[in-house]
């Protein structure tokens, strides 16, 4: 319970100030956004290539601390960096209200069913690195919204991801997270690949929902 709450008092340090949300409002903000995630499949180039997260249905709590994060420069990645450096925390709680309720009309909700068993190898690492206790079972639950919903996520970002909150030093890649950072700090390269593999296999909520001119 302790160790909880710990994790829950460090993640609220990681959010900017509550601002009231209007999802119309950051319809009409989004546009710079749409260029690469209302592509399905669009990869980035640079400084590394793998596929642009799927953020339409993800926690809105969540995208406005990552979009801070990027802000600060405690996430490190160029294109994020000047896109946030723009936006006020106003801007980035109407943009995060939109894309957590983009495509909720085409977008079909995973029902309750138990998700697929990983192998007993996967299940191993999972267990080791905890990672249900905060993204909740099926990776797509979290037990707080500020906590990203992973299930269906690419499995070459996911990977990219995980590899950054290990990244130390370099001017480009990195992400500064104390939970994230003292988890994926026990796991080589291939094994947080092969969570990565296991986590993008299950059915989850979050999606690419391209823009009618993307179509």
């Known amino acids: 319970m302790i160790k909880a709450l710990t994790l829950l008092v460090a993640l609220a340090g990681l959010a900017p100030l509550a601002q009231a949300q209007d999802a119309s409002a950051g319809q009409k903000k989004a546009a710079m956004c749409m260029g690469c995630h209302a592509i399905v499949g669009y990869q980035t180039s640079f400084p590394q290539v793998y596929k642009v997260p799927k953020i339409a249905g993800q926690n809105a709590k969540y995208l406005a601390a990552a979009l801070a994060e990027y802000k600060s420069g405690n996430r490190k990645f160029p294109t994020m960096r000047a896109v946030a450096a723009s936006l006020s925390d106003k801007d980035m709680a109407d943009l995060a209200a939109f894309f957590s309720t983009l495509g909720e009309s085409s977008v079909k909700a995973v029902s309750e069913t138990t998700p697929a068993e990983p ?42 991801a995980l590899v950054a909150y290990q990244t130390q030093g370099n001017p480009q890649v990195g992400r500064g997270n104390a939970i994230m950072g003292a988890q994926v700090k026990q796991f080589t390269h291939a094994e947080l690949r092969a969570i990565a593999d296991y986590v993008s296999s299950l059915h989850g909520d979050i999606a690419t929902v391209p823009e009618s001119r993307f179509r």
């Open 119 to 160: 192998p007993a190898d996967v299940a191993a690492l999972i267990a080791r690195g905890a990672c249900t206790s905060c993204h909740g079972p099926g990776f797509n639950k979290p037990i707080d919204a500020g906590y990203p919903k992973l299930a269906g996520q690419y499995a070459d970002y996911l990977s990219a």
